[in-house]
């Protein structure tokens, strides 16, 4: 009987994502959003081994949305009827909902659907709709008719509660796109009015309504924005493409969504000139206009002797760039092992110590602070060190190997004129003794083909966190090294300032990824104007993936900026 339970049945399913019959604790994991180990434990508590079969699974207990199915779906019929789903909604948000109510959220999921009830899936879709089934239901109480939509007077009660005008709410009606006279769930999320009725937005509106009938002209938005008339109807094409004076919820996504245009600059005014003769000017103005064109015209000579310098500098740097192969092997130990280099100078000479180690992948043996504190006067502690590096030459097609290591740390002890007592430690580097391969790298290697971005890399490039990216991305071991060629990589789930799933295009707005690359590389996502669910991977577009090559780290730009200063 558990085996067969129709919420097992279904859950199993959703969880079999290779349709072998079987699942594994992997499946398990992505099935309930938890680590594997977590689902390996799930599996121990039930007594049941990986990968589970149907009557396995049966032994789980159910959890999150599958747990209030199950337990709603009264008659095991493995679907919620509307009253069962009212009931359900009802547990979960508090309030009282109807089952005109539950129809109309139903309609949402599954507009076609001839079942009369929702399958698990479908009902699992609801779950991140709970704030906005939670108002949509406390607002269709105003009218004291709960018949699952949005009347005239259940929308102007819901803009004047937030402290707007009834005419507000009276424009809302527009959405009624079946004019069945109310806005039903479908409608209400199809306008974001949940969006739309928060405070802050309510109160936005309002102040931009000057004349008070619902609506925001172009004229009104530009006054409210402090910008020109001009400006404002570009954003008012842009939010809504009509220049129409816009309801509440255009409102808000014009004044949220779209920055302000750059003003065009105006012409200034045409000078008139008149002739006049040259005798009108005196013979001391005429020496200044002369004197003045002619230290311009040093001034410029001048500017274009100092960019003949620059350009005949990098002249000579491309030349000194480009030495032989042989040359660039012989340096390759001394250039790997100089990426910090510290200098001292000892209390007794002119000259100083200077050691030169690889930070990266410094692996010491005692710290020099401690080696410090436990030496005496006149003793040496010596600390293990050790430095790795690798360069690759894609034209000579070798990999060199560079390791060295050690270097002591000599303690002495002076005495300064107050007689406290001093350490100091001079650092000095013994001879390193150092081993490096050649290695010829695969002939296959297509030397032809762009150098391939890191995972941090991209992330720069697409203004996302790269610790969000690499959580997405669990086969991208190395975020800092280029990633494979046949490369896919999904973007974080993001979410709306409501918790709603956002759009494929607020996607393109994040990343600056262009809109019709990023729909095509997600053909699965038929709307690019309707919110992306929950689960579903949005891909980043492979050419945006290639772009991030070029992109520069911070600690880069810096560099090159001091370096370009220095030189010039």
């Given amino acids: 009987e558990r085996t067969m339970d129709p919420t097992n049945v279904q859950g199993f399913a959703l969880a079999d994502t290779d349709r072998d019959g079987l699942v594994s604790a992997l499946e398990y994991a992505d099935r309930g959003n938890i680590a594997v180990s977590d689902a390996e434990n799930v599996f121990a508590a039930a007594g049941v081994n990986a990968p589970l079969d149907l009557v396995e699974a049966g032994k789980i207990a159910f959890t999150g949305p599958a747990s209030s199915f199950d337990r709603f779906d009264t008659d095991n019929s493995g679907y919620l009827s509307d009253a069962q789903l009212a009931a359900s909604l009802s547990n979960r948000t508090g309030l009282n909902v109807s089952e005109a109510e539950a129809n109309s959220i139903r309609d949402y999921v599954t ?9 698990l899936s479908e009902y699992e879709t609801l779950e991140p709709q709970t704030a906005s089934i939670a108002e949509f239901v406390t607002y269709d109480d105003a009218d004291s008719v709960k018949n699952g939509t949005l ?9 004047t509660g937030k402290g707007g005008i009834a005419a ?6 527009s959405f009624d796109a079946n004019s069945d006279g109310g806005l039903d769930f479908t409608e209400y999320t199809g306008a974001d ?12 509106f309002t102040r931009a309504d000057t004349d008070g009938d619902g609506l925001v002209s172009v004229a009104e938005f530009a006054a409210f924005k402090g910008v020109s008339v001009e400006q404002a109807t570009e954003m008012y094409q842009a939010g809504a493409n009509s220049t129409d004076a816009q309801n509440l919820a255009q409102f808000v996504v014009t004044n949220n969504d779209i920055g302000v245009p750059r003003a065009k600059e105006t012409e200034p005014p045409a000078v008139v000139q008149t002739r006049s003769s040259n005798s009108g000017l005196s013979s001391g103005a005429r020496a200044g206009i002369i004197t003045g ?14 960019l003949l310098c620059c350009c005949c500098r990098k002249k000579k740097g491309a030349a000194a760039a480009s030495d032989s192969e042989s ?4 340096n390759h130990a001394k250039d790997q092992t100089t990426t910090t280099t510290t200098t001292m100078r000892s209390a007794d000479s002119a000259e100083p110590y200077s050691t030169v180690t690889d930070t990266r992948t410094l692996d010491m043996a005692a710290s020099p602070t401690a080696a410090v504190a436990a030496a005496g006067a006149g003793t040496a502690a010596v600390v293990a060190a050790s430095s790795y590096s690798k360069t690759t030459s894609p034209q000579a097609k070798t990999e060199t190997i560079t390791r060295s290591y050690s270097r002591e740390v000599e303690v002495r002890r002076d005495m300064t004129t107050d007689e406290t007592e001093k350490k100091l430690m001079v650092v000095r580097t013994r001879p390193s003794a150092a081993t490096m391969e050649h290695r010829a790298l695969p002939e296959t290697a297509d030397q032809s083909l762009p150098p391939m971005p890191s995972l941090s890399q991209v992330a ?7 610790a969000e990216l690499s959580l997405q991305n669990p086969h991208i071991t190395d975020i800092d090294e280029p990633l494979p060629r046949d490369v896919q990589l999904e973007m974080p789930f993001l979410r709306t300032k409501s918790g709603a799933s956002a759009k494929l295009r607020s996607y393109a707005k994040v990343t600056g990824v262009d809109l019709d690359e990023l729909h095509e590389a997600n053909g699965h996502i038929a709307d690019r104007a309707a919110p992306v669910p929950e689960g579903t991977p949005v891909y980043i577009p492979y050419s945006a993936i290639l772009n991030s090559h070029n992109r520069y780290s911070s600690t880069e730009i810096v560099q090159e900026f001091l370096t370009q200063s220095m030189e010039f």
């Fill in 193 to 204: 009015l949940s969006r739309a009725l928060a405070d802050g937005n309510v109160d936005n």
């Fill in 151 to 159: 009347s005239v007077t259940d929308l102007r009660e819901a803009v």
């Fill in 460 to 466: 720069t490039n697409l203004n996302v966190p790269v």
């Fill in 293 to 306: 064109s002619i230290l311009g015209c040093l001034l410029c000579l001048l500017l274009l002797l100092l």
């Fill in 327 to 330: 040359g660039r092997e012989e």
């Fill in 168 to 173: 507000a709410g009276e424009q809302l009606a």
């Fill in 111 to 119: 507009p076609t659907n001839s079942r009369g009830g929702l399958t």
